[in-house]
């Protein structure tokens, strides 16, 4: 059914197929008065992840980067590790090093805080419900947030162990994720692998 | 940053005091088919005139900058959306300026606006905010909202931003709640007191009669918050206008000194680090000795269960207003109360309770205007309005919303404008047969907090009577 809208007692009242609506659609109350027209916007930005980029490219190679201040002169946050990677350190300013922090995230991740999420926003890919969960690693200086995958509900401390969309990867946030710690390869949903 | 300088932690000052002339509010509802935004913005403006037996064209003459709170363009489809209201104001050609904070942005607004006055660049200033939040359905407009977080980190994930958000709720009911079912109905009474106080607001979109029970029947948004844990999403205006205090008391006879600060923190949460708390004038190291003795879990500061930028907001406006207790030297506070949670972690992040104790703000009645334990005045009545919970969250406009109330208050005025059948009626309602005064009697002192999404800006506005100032 095509896309629809009409105001009723004060609200608009939407029919049909959502996000498909054609432009300059008349929209008319109760009575037939002209209250509006309908207004619809497709667009493509062409985003750069500038510095970031090696992050997103790592997720696709099985990788997890992160960043670490080495500037000896910083006076709050020498040798701190930041993920999310942070292209400069927040403190001095200094450009971060890059650093590969795969298996310390496959020895140490737990989650901090979390939530299960039965809505999402037009456009979501991910899977519902969504399981968000927060992770620590230890010696970083930040929480990641993430998502776990699979039916087990996160806790508090439990630990977790991140999985990468290796296979197709979209080069976004959503190919890392997350699994319960004893989980095995073979169960890992389509297209997600362990580290490599 | 996790150390603070010397220099960042002065005191802020205004090099003259600022007075609050007026202030002024359209209805509030979640949508408005039938008006344009400029129809609700001259609303406020018109209702800001009356207050003090102005016409428009003659309070227009004393406004020198304008300062406009819209916090998103996206929503309004309408880039530059202050030079279109701006214009329809009939203010061109002054200089005018768009302040967006997000949930803040009413806040933000007039702590700008404040500082033109301050600094002696204007001695009149509009602070008029708005939102427009009808035009999309619901889930574009979750997908809209979620690009308020960060658009690689954190908005590809479900394009929801309560679930951002609620991360932080889940460790805050865990770690301080304890999963208490008692907490958990603490946290349903905010949203019965809230929609309660509502009724009584000819503004408010969502009043309501509701009980802990029907609050706790809600259906769950993100465990342990139900839909009416939740504020609303709303259409609607409101503005203030500030000078000095020569212009204020030739405009008006009773002007309200007021006092305006900022704090910050970052846009992600996952970007918050560990760090010692700053301590309000009412706290010493002492109050947070065996702070993680006391809550397991709650080690870390920050960490999930606090918002630094409230605190720091706070952190200034004590010091620059000469609030040594908020509990004691304020008389009422319009909190931002986006979930029941948030509003409880308010209560510690600006010291009416340390923190991991502010649910007893609630439960020990003094968070009520009369408070239901002891049959007296509640110690430090918050959210006569009704709040985000139950007035209105018109992004744009909701700090500016909450000062007005504040200001109906100290001047004694709350009934002339809450119980004016008229302006029932003008919004096409009955006043209620059971309509009730929530006057707080005498007055002297309040204090707003508008509040930024996770906590990325957070501005703090305490006003008062000239003759209960603090600071001299």
Redesign the interface.
Known sequence: MSYSVK?VK???K?QGE??TAEPNQP?R?EHGKL??IT?P?RVVHH?S?GG?APF?QGLGDGRLWATRCDNKDC??AYK?L???F?IHC??CLEKNTPLDITDLANRTAHV???????????????EKP?R???VEFDGV???????LLGKTNPE?GMKVRPVFRTKQPTF???DLAFVPADTKEKDLPAGFTFSK | ???FSKRQLKTPRFLRDVYLVTGGQSEY??????KRTEELCIDAFQDAAKYIGMTPQAMKKYIHTCYYGHFADHFG?QLLGEAVIHDRLGLDPLGNIGVKTGGATGGSTIWEAAKAVASGYSDCTLALGWERM??V?T????????CAA?????T?????????Y??????YW?VYGREEESFRRTLAEISVKNHGYACHNPMAQAPMKITVEDVLKSP????PLRALDCCLMSMGASCVILADKETAYEMCKEPLLIYSTAGSHTL???????MEIPLLPNETEETYKNIDKEFP?GERYPG?TGFLAARMAAYYAYRMAGIKDPTEDLDLVELHDAFTISDIQTYEDIGIRPYGKGRTYVESGDCYLTNPKTGKSGKLPANLSGGLIGCMHSVGATGIMQTVECMLHIHGRHAEIHGDAKRWESYGKKKPADWQDLQVKGAKRALAISHAGVGSHVTCTILMKPDARLDK
């Open positions: 105001v004060g609200q608009f939407l959502f996000h929209i109350d209250c509006g207004n916007r985003h992840y970031e997103f006076e709050v701190a930041f993920i999310p942070r927040p403190d901090y805080s979390f939530m299960i999420c039965e809505r999402s926003g037009a456009f979501n890919s991910l969504i968000f969960i927060n200086s930040t929480i990641l947030m993430s998502y508090i976004t946030i959503t | 940053m996790i150390r509802r979640r949508a408005f088919p039938e489809d009808d035009e359905p889930d574009e407009g979750n997908n809209y909202i979620s960060d658009k690689d980190w954190e590809p994930l479900g394009h929801i931003y309560t679930g951002y609620a991360v932080m709720a889940q460790k865990k769950v948004v993100a465990y992600r949460v996952a970007d918050r680090r560990d879990g999930f």
